[in-house]
């Protein structure tokens, strides 16, 4: 059974990616410092698929516990990174803790890898390092310009991986995640923000009564309705991605990137719209001016994905909405 290493392990992508591996059979060793997740997340994650996983308190800062790991774990075959700061309005705020946590973290990641000889790795990335693409949708050789720190930091870590597989061979799946949403079919895990930063949680927290109503950012875009215009894909097809690249690594070596999300682009209306089917009533909005670093429009060709991965999203919109429901109206409180 291969042992992955998953940093980031109790968050949101993590907990599904989690569930997909260990039905394919693998080992996972989890590795968080719950910034942003809690442990219920992986005790839910053990319950649904019948496996114990191992997890480990860990900061990626720290870089002393983060080696102690691998020579407690032997034999680890890859590591996912999901480990990351990701709040986009927040990095604008405070640059410094991004680059520190997000940089310096995954630094003493790829260095214990290398200590350790682990040369494989599936890194999220993210659709923001396209910035503000002057044509939809992007391909992965569409020119890298992200534009915030956030942005700069997903943009880096990538750079440095890319480098590192040339200099020391290493194997690696670079994955630009679109917009992901969603949760797994039980209810029982998903997203659970402190504050809602993007569209679909806040959505549901105004479905559940939470929050009084969504503020569409702009109805003046160069869009067909002219909301905002993203490519979301369904967290549970994210999580098989990973799953995918993994399978690649352990046979095709060098530098991979990927755009995982549909190709299809829905508007803010038509998410609202479909949100108000899956949970039976309207939901309140009312349209605010544009958020600050927005743009109109962002969707991705996945074609490179499913010829080189086999991967291809299958969960369209109605299981979105429907499953972040699902998820929202039972967990009214998240995992607390
Ligand atoms: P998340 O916040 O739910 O998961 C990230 C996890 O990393 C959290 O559990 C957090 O506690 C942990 N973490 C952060 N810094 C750490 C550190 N220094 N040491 C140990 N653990 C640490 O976020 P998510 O939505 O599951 O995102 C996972 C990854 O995917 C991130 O790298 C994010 O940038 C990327 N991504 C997310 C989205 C999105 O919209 N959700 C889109 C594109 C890319
Ligand atoms: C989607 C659409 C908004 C909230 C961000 C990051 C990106 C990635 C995914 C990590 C836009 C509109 C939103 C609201 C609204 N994360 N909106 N009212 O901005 O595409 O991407 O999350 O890597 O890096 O930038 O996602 O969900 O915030 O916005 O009208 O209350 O919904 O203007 O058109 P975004 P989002």
């Known amino acids: 059974m291969k042992k992955i290493l998953i940093t980031g392990g109790a968050g949101y992508i993590a907990s599904h990616t989690n569930i997909e591996l260990l039905k394919a059979d693998f080992e996972v060793v989890l590795v968080d410092n719950f910034s942003n997740s809690c442990a219920e997340s992986m005790k839910r994650v053990e319950e649904l698929s019948s496996r114990k996983v191992k997890f480990y308190e860990v900061d990626l800062m720290d870089s002393e516990a983060l080696d102690k790991v691998f020579i407690e774990e032997k034999n680890i075959d890859s590591v996912i990174h999901f480990a990351a700061l990701k709040a986009v309005g927040d990095s604008v705020k405070n640059p410094l803790a991004y680059y520190s946590n997000n940089i310096t973290g995954s630094l003493n990641l790829y260095q214990a890898m290398k200590n350790h000889g682990v040369k494989k790795i599936v890194f999220s990335s993210s659709a923001t390092v396209y910035g503000d693409p002057e044509t939809n949708p992007v391909t992965e050789s569409t020119p890298v310009q992200a534009t915030n720190p956030y942005g700069h930091t997903k943009a880096m870590m990538e750079q440095i991986l890319i480098d590192t597989a040339h200099a020391d061979d290493w194997d690696i799946a670079i994955l630009r995640y679109f917009n992901p949403v969603g949760a797994h079919e039980s209810g029982r895990i998903g997203e659970d923000p402190s504050y809602p930063n993007n ?9 559940a009564g939470v929050r009084e109503k969504v503020v569409v950012f702009g109805d003046d875009w ?5 909301t905002g215009v993203r ?12 799953a995918k690249s ?23 209306l038509e998410m609202i719209k479909a949100f108000e089917d899956a949970c039976g009533h309207t939901i309140a909005y009312e349209v605010g001016p544009r958020r600050n670093g927005d743009i109109a429009e962002v969707t991705g060709n996945p074609m490179k994905a499913e010829a080189e991965l086999g991967w291809k999203a299958e969960l369209g919109l109605k299981p979105m909405v429907e499953s972040a429901w699902k998820w929202q109206s039972s967990n009214p409180k998240g995992y607390k």
């Open 231 to 242: 490519d979301y894909i369904h967290v549970v097809d994210l999580a098989k991605a990973h």
């Open 199 to 207: 569209l679909l949680p806040f959505v549901s927290q105004v479905a």
């Open 222 to 226: 160069d869009t067909p309705d002219g």
């Open 246 to 268: 993994i399978e690649k690594l352990a046979v095709s070596k060098g530098v991979h990137i990927y755009n995982i999300g549909t190709g299809r682009g829905y508007s803010v």
